[in-house]
């Protein structure tokens, strides 16, 4: 995208109705007529060249709704997992934003464009400081990738946060162009103790996704505004997590951020930004583990 129309697609987004946008396409997603429904997924997998032979069910015929097709789960065979004590494996299919060290209470987000931790997580400052100086990684999950989140690490899941807040676009042009950006949208927050030290999984929410679903706290819709939400956490499945199991799924597509303490990982040298993962890949390694 040429700089001028960048421009105008980030000044777009100040004016449109997000909310309202946001509301229709969770609303189309979930049509059950079977023409629509139909006509919606063969036309999205047109469009964005979807990868069809590693999806479970049958396409079109297999999904009840175009969001069921959205949040598709793969074949069995299709994200085999490193099973390594060592390593730390990509949360999501996506194209890598950004990689690194987080310099004191700083994340990069863009050239020229970075965002404290104190913001993006929006706690107490006790549980910020546990990542300050530590290291981060940013995947961008575009329309056509695989839409769901699983453990980089096993651990087990101790608190989730909802932190109302915008709906701004997450792609390139707008990461590069809106400052706090993932602080401005509305995210969620989870967090888990694993034997590394503490771990955040940050799900950030985006123009047209209708809502952000796991399986501790349901469905949770974009709410503009209000205070930020401490969920009460289902007792079932376990919260007790393997690497590489199910932790949620964004109803249309968005941004993970990984957390990990100071000292805890180093991650892969060939992790540079607009490198594409895949989940259950190594992305890092653990220091100390054997």
Not at 80 to 109: E, M, N, W, Y
């Given at each position: ?261 100071p000292g805890a990982a180093e991650w892969d040298d060939g992790l540079t930004g607009g490198a594409a993962l895949r989940v259950g890949e190594v992305i890092g390694r653990l220091r100390g583990a054997a």
């Amino acid at each position: 995208m040429s700089s001028v129309l960048s421009y105008l697609f980030v000044l777009l987004q100040f004016l449109l109705p997000k909310y309202a946008l946001t509301a229709l396409a969770h609303r189309l997603s979930r049509v059950r007529t079977r023409a629509v429904k139909d006509f919606l997924i063969t036309r999205f997998i047109k469009l964005y060249g979807v990868e069809l032979g590693e999806i479970a069910q049958p396409v079109p015929d297999g999904f009840a709704t175009f969001n069921d097709f959205f949040t598709r789960r793969l074949s069995d065979d299709a994200r085999p997992i490193d099973r390594s004590a060592s390593s730390v494996v990509a949360p999501a299919d996506g194209t890598l934003s950004a990689a690194g060290a987080i310099d004191g209470q700083h994340l990069f987000q863009a050239k020229g464009k970075h965002y404290t931790l104190d913001d993006l997580l929006a706690t107490n400052l006790d549980e910020a400081d546990e990542f300050v100086g530590g290291s981060f990684v940013t995947i961008y999950l575009a329309p056509h990738n695989y839409h769901r989140v699983h453990a980089p690490l096993a651990g087990e899941l101790v608190a989730a946060r909802y932190v109302p807040g915008r709906l701004f676009s997450v792609n390139a042009a707008t990461v590069s162009l809106i400052p706090q950006l993932f602080c401005r949208n509305e995210r969620l927050v989870c967090r888990f103790h694993t034997e590394a030290g503490p771990l955040a999984v940050i799900l950030v929410g985006a123009l047209n996704v209708g809502s952000i679903t796991t399986p501790w706290t349901g469905e949770l819709r974009p709410r503009r505004r209000g205070v930020v939400d401490e969920l009460k956490l289902a007792d079932r499945p376990s919260r007790q997590v393997a690497k590489g199991d199910l932790l949620g799924w964004f109803n249309l597509g968005s941004t993970i951020i990984l957390l990990l303490p100071p000292g805890a990982a180093e991650w892969d040298d060939g992790l540079t930004g607009g490198a594409a993962l895949r989940v259950g890949e190594v992305i890092g390694r653990l220091r100390g583990a054997a």
